[in-house]
């Protein structure tokens, strides 16, 4: 039963235009979420993260959108940049429980 | 953001043999530590949850007497792969949550080859 889904297993953008990284849920208790980036052979970093009493979180060239109504939430990246080329995962949580991540997006940004 | 260290990086090791991998938060209490298994061009695989000082809670599918977990102090936990086999070659991730934090911060990973 996989909770938390990114639907799209790469995307490729042109640099200097927008990223948009999808995934959904299907568990109404998550209430916190969140984004990584992982490059090969590392760990994943953490990027940014919202709170499911907002609808929107924004951190410099990121910003994530939180629908609750359709158990979706976004990454924006803008603009893209070669550096932003990796994999990403976005994860959920609630209360103290562990996070549930998504089988991940594979972002390459095109020169 | 907060640091988690992980060592080895990287490992090879003879199948039969054990190897520990260590994961250290650096400048916070890590209450709570998970160990994740990456599997090439899969997801993040979580193995187990350990909080300080008791056993660590495992996933199913996942054999506690293969896959050591100690989570001695709030800012060490190892992850030590017995009688080790070539099946077991993998990317192994820990990832630590302090107190009144719900995301976590994660270790650069350890690939351990089985040979």
């Known amino acids: 039963d996989q909770q938390v889904k990114q639907n799209s297993p790469s995307l490729s953008v042109q640099e200097g235009r927008i990223s948009i990284l999808n995934c959904d849920y299907t568990n109404s208790m998550f209430d916190y979420f969140l984004w990584y980036k992982k490059y090969p052979a590392e760990g994943p970093t953490f990027l940014i993260s919202?709170?499911?009493?907002?609808d929107k979180n924004e951190d410099g060239r990121f910003t994530v959108f939180l629908n609750k109504s359709a158990k979706h939430l976004s990454l924006h990246i803008v603009p893209s940049q070669p550096g932003d080329s990796a994999v990403y995962f976005c994860a959920a949580t609630f209360g103290n429980e562990k996070l549930t991540f998504g089988t991940g997006t594979r972002l390459t940004i095109i020169p | 953001g907060a640091v988690v260290s992980q060592h080895p990086s990287w490992v090879i090791c003879k199948s039969g043999t054990s190897v520990k991998i260590e994961c250290r938060s650096l400048?916070?209490?890590?209450?709570?530590m998970f160990w994740y298994r990456q599997f090439p061009k899969q997801s993040l695989m979580l193995m187990a949850t350990?909080?300080?000082?008791?056993?660590?809670?495992?996933e199913q599918g996942v054999e506690k007497d293969k896959f050591l977990i100690n989570h001695a102090s709030l800012t060490l936990s190892t992850l030590t792969v017995t009688s080790a086999h070539p099946e077991d070659s993998s990317f192994y991730i820990c990832s630590a949550r302090g107190a009144g934090y719900v995301g976590a911060f994660f270790g650069q990973g350890t690939r351990l080859t089985v040979v």
């Open positions: 350990s909080n300080e000082g008791s056993k660590a809670t495992y």
């Open positions: 400048d916070f209490q890590a209450t709570t």
């Open positions: 919202i709170s499911s009493i907002k």
